[in-house]
């Protein structure tokens, strides 16, 4: 019997462990970095360690610190969660070495699983279906390409070690294959230690379907249906759901007895998901193994009624499992969304900050597992989730509406987030009517408004400067009045855009007015949390927050769901307004500089890549704004970088040209 578990861990799916260990009695030790002090895991477990700095590999990928922690405490038993550790062998064999149980498969399984290449052989041998490639063991990068050649395009490169996108890319013609091998290696050998590389036949706009399976040490494997995870970006899921809309019964029993074979081939214990790609007539092909709990685990426990992490623990214990495959039932429908700290209109950038305010909209049959809460800060150290928000309803259509409406009711002020893009997604025709593929970002989404910069409308600036200039928003609006007046002139900045607006008032009425149009807006009530208005004869209703100079507020219309943020500059100084200019290539977020591809005199043009910043896990290049030379390069490889620190200034070739005469 366990009575003390650490969790290796960190955010949401720290504490979604720990509310199930403490409602079984379980005793729960957090490990945590110096950045993480004060993280929601921490205060949610009895006992916490910190293990180092704020980077993962001085701290949460530290395997020696958290053994140590382990012992320090005393627990017996470590679960790793997802993505650090959880699928790292050494680790599980260190744990067993130590006399700790981890709380996931043998060594064995995770070594196998862990490498594409030889969990593709082992799956063919065991009679799974797998995509046509080449798997050849350290294929040299001329092996690759005389292979790509007889399996034809398009063809998908893949890590032999990866996941979670890295490592891989599409290539639709040979000319483009060289480059992306070089760069697939690369990103995998940053990635995972590992730089071989598999190829696979591309299956054109597949699904993504995977089955979610769970055997004990007694021999006994069974499956408990499957979720569909075609939604993807970078091939990184954005939206899951169980049951998958494609499904027929008849291939639910065929997939999940492939998958209950993958995992008796390699003599699974626990908690695993085996991932299909699925074509248009329904064929299956096996993709991975993942070795541990996935992050869509939520959607299979809202249908199926089980607690997955529960099984987990008791399967640690040597119990056996609770049902049989007979015994399996889904009822209803379950759709899962991972809110980030990104923002969808800057080609999904991660983004750092201070959470102003981070309040879930509580509605009936919605789940949040969340790892974050208000007044915690975004750090560049760690994958930007904030919290997985899961829907649960008798019917999908149920399901769908709740989830969409739990979005877009939330309050999450402070950081960029991607809420609307979500929330569009979930109310797109093509999704609602099942029919997504892994393509769908790409060929239906890609014009969303929710993709492009919020250009503020004149109900947003007239909101905004009610919000900005009404008493009960603000304690230092002097000389407010809400009287016939003279317009109250203000100049508004929305993400370092400038608009000019008045506002005059008669009574509750306000007439706002820019260079071009007027709108008159009814002001009913005023909280220091919402104003209710009335705009074109509809009552609404904006939440908002108030934090230093800035705004935040949410506002819906019938076609979009949008959070803003606003500062009032009217009354800072003309050289604060003029903006850095395009010559100075700026730190998107907090992180650290990878790679410099630029040096001083070089003449780049508009769109090239100078820098690449690493940061939550993604590295991101950063361009030149426009043609000219490079006059200073202020960082090198290794430098770690604030948001918004200038790394590259450029100069005009005609400006560099002047200069060189004159000297």
Request: glycine letters at 8%; hydrophobic letters at 40%.
């Amino acid at each position: 019997m366990l009575n003390k578990i650490l969790i290796a861990n960190r955010g949401e799916i720290a504490v979604r462990i720990m509310r199930t260990a403490h409602a079984l009695g379980y005793r729960t030790v957090a490990v945590y970095s110096e950045a993480d002090s004060q993280a929601l895991h921490v205060q949610t477990a009895d006992e916490a360690v910190c293990i180092g700095p704020a980077p993962a590999n001085a701290s949460y990928l530290n395997a020696q610190a958290i053994l140590d922690a382990a012992a320090l405490t005393g627990a017996e038993a470590i679960h790793p969660g997802y993505g650090f550790l959880s699928e790292n062998a050494d680790f599980a064999r260190a744990c067993g070495d130590a006399g700790l149980i981890f709380i996931g498969p043998r060594p064995e399984a995770i070594e196998l699983m862990g490498s594409k290449r030889r969990s593709k052989v082992a799956m063919q041998d065991a009679g799974v279906p797998v995509v046509p490639g080449f798997e050849q063991a350290n294929a040299s990068d001329e092996a690759l390409r005389e292979a790509a050649k007889q399996i034809g395009f398009p063809v998908m490169i893949k890590a032999s070690a990866g996941g979670g996108g890295r490592g891989m890319r599409l290539i639709h013609e040979f000319d483009q294959l060289s480059d992306q091998i070089q760069r697939a290696r690369s990103e995998a050998k940053n990635a995972f230690g590992d730089d071989e590389l598999i190829l696979e036949k591309a299956v054109v706009e597949p699904r993504h379907i995977e089955i979610q399976i769970f055997a004990d040490t007694h021999g006994n494997v069974i499956h408990l249906g499957e979720r569909d995870c075609s939604i993807q970006r970078r091939h990184q899921k954005v939206v899951e759901e169980a049951p998958s809309p494609f499904m027929t019964p008849d291939m639910r029993d065929a997939m999940g007895e492939a998958a209950v074979k993958a995992a008796k081939a390699c003599h699974y214990v626990g908690a695993g998901t085996v991932e299909f790609l699925v074509d248009k007539e329904r064929n299956f092909y096996f993709l991975e193994m993942n070795t541990r709990l996935q992050v869509e685990h939520p959607v299979t426990e809202l249908v199926t009624g089980h607690d997955l992490v529960e099984w987990q623990f008791r399967v640690a214990e040597g119990e056996r499992l609770p049902l049989g495959q007979q015994d399996v039932q889904l009822r209803g429908h379950a759709i899962e969304v991972r809110l980030y700290a990104e923002d969808p209109a800057a080609e999904f950038m991660p983004q750092t900050g201070v959470l102003v305010d981070y309040t879930p909209a509580r509605l009936q049959n919605v789940r949040y597992d969340s790892g974050v809460q208000t007044g915690d800060i975004i750090s560049p150290f760690y994958d930007p989730m904030l919290a997985k928000v899961v829907s649960y309803g008798v019917s999908r259509n149920d399901a769908i509406r709740r989830l969409k409406r739990a979005l877009e009711d939330s309050r999450v002020f402070g950081v960029t987030t991607n809420q609307s893009f979500l929330s569009r997604i979930l109310g797109h025709p093509r999704f609602i009517a099942g029919e997504a593929t892994t393509a769908f970002l790409e060929t239906d989404f890609a014009d969303d408004p929710s993709l492009r910069p919020a250009q503020p409308t004149l109900r947003d600036l007239g909101v905004a400067g009610i919000l900005f200039s009404h008493p009960k928003t603000h304690a230092t609006a002097l000389g407010w009045s809400n009287g016939l007046s003279t317009p109250l002139p203000l100049k508004l900045s929305f993400d370092e855009n400038h608009y000019e607006i008045s506002l005059q008032w008669s009574g509750n009425r306000v007439t706002v007015h820019d260079n071009q149009a007027s709108l008159s807006l009814e002001v009913l009530t005023v909280t220091p949390q919402a104003v209710d208005y009335i705009d074109n004869g509809i009552r609404q209703r904006c939440q908002y927050q108030r934090s230093g100079d800035r705004l935040y507020f949410q506002l819906h219309d019938q076609q979009l769901s949008r959070t803003l943020c606003a500062i009032d500059v009217t009354h800072a100084p003309m050289a604060a307004l003029e903006g850095s200019g395009s010559d100075r290539i700026l730190a998107s977020m907090d992180g650290a500089i990878v790679d410099v591809r630029a040096e001083p005199g070089q003449t780049v043009q508009r769109g090239d890549t100078l820098v690449v910043l690493e940061a939550m896990k993604m590295e991101h290049p950063l361009v030149a704004e426009r043609d000219g030379q490079v006059a200073r390069i202020h960082v090198t490889a290794g430098t770690q970088v604030k948001r918004r620190q200038v790394l590259v200034e450029l100069t005009s070739e005609d400006t560099a040209s002047h200069e060189g005469a004159s000297a």
